[in-house]
């Protein structure tokens, strides 16, 4: 397996295919580089260098006990393109992996960096607080942690459903993808999933956001059940300095699978832009 060696010693896992101008991909939880693969190879084939690792504690990169937290996901990030020195990436994330996106631009820059893609990405700030009233109340995380220690696997296969979209009446089920969900979130550390759900849902991403002085896209499904769309790229879009925001009707979270072409179409157009 190809890694890279982050400053505590982690070993991070990341695929790297094709030549070209770079996009890098930050993937979602509980998941791994794998949720990529339709992107990946769509812009692989039409000469771009795509690269996405495994976050630390995800996927077959190194389960570390410590260091499961944004600032450190951003640094890893950094460390990687630092060490496969790449300049003028367009960086894409979805869901967890687009605060990562915006952690990273937030303490790293832009220097690496030419435009963003935030896909029903958590940032500005998915917990409610005194000071950010409108968003999801603590108990909606403090469930997902106690459904992830009671039952890992089961909880798994049951957030595959709304995460797809496949609750709703009109849905085409796959059960492939189900299965691919449930295979990529237990290979995983529990422990490192457990703490990623307060660094994605407790960060405050809001000055972040404010230093991505890049062109940045935001796209997003208007059924999104995992992150509302109110409480993510609608305020986001806000609050970035050059932002777009795309929205699609009727798409889940898990959008990148269930309507791969038109994201991959979009990201074609966004990148060539």
């Not at 450190?72 to 992996?97: F, Q, V, W």
């Not at 660094?199 to 991403?205: G, H, I, K, P, W």
């Not at 305020?235 to 979270?253: C, D, F, M």
Request: charged content about 20%.
């Amino acid at each position: 397996m190809t890694t890279a060696t982050m400053k505590d010693g982690a070993k991070i896992y990341f695929k790297d295919w094709g030549a070209g101008p770079v996009v890098t991909f930050s993937h979602g939880w509980p998941l791994t580089a794998d949720a990529w693969d339709a992107q990946m190879l769509f812009l692989g084939n039409n000469g771009y260098r795509v690269i996405a690792h495994d976050r630390r504690s995800h996927g077959r990169s190194d389960q570390t006990w410590t260091g499961n937290d944004m600032d450190t996901y951003a640094d890893d990030l950094a460390t990687l393109l630092a060490t496969l020195d790449i300049k003028g990436a367009t960086m894409i994330g979805h869901s967890t992996g687009g605060g990562e996106v915006a952690r990273y631009i937030g303490r790293h820059g832009t220097s690496r960096v030419s435009k963003a893609v935030l896909i029903s990405a958590v940032p500005p700030h998915m917990a409610q607080t005194p000071m950010n009233p409108n968003s999801a109340p603590m108990s909606v995380f403090d469930g997902l942690r106690s459904s992830l220690v009671a039952d890992r696997a089961g909880f798994f296969k049951e957030l595959a459903m709304p995460f797809f979209g496949y609750n709703r009446p009109s849905a085409k089920v796959s059960q492939g993808q189900i299965d691919s969900f449930w295979l990529q979130g237990m290979m995983g550390s529990l422990q490192g999933e457990y703490d990623c759900i307060k660094a994605f849902s407790e960060t405050d991403f809001t000055d972040d956001l404010k230093k991505m002085t890049i062109p940045t896209l935001l796209l997003q499904g208007d059924d999104d059940q995992i992150v509302p769309i109110d409480i993510a790229s609608r305020r986001s879009v806000k609050i970035l300095p050059k932002a777009t925001l795309k929205e699609y009707a009727g798409a889940p979270h898990g959008m990148c699978v269930t309507y791969a072409d038109q994201v991959n179409a979009d990201l074609l157009a966004f990148l060539k832009g």
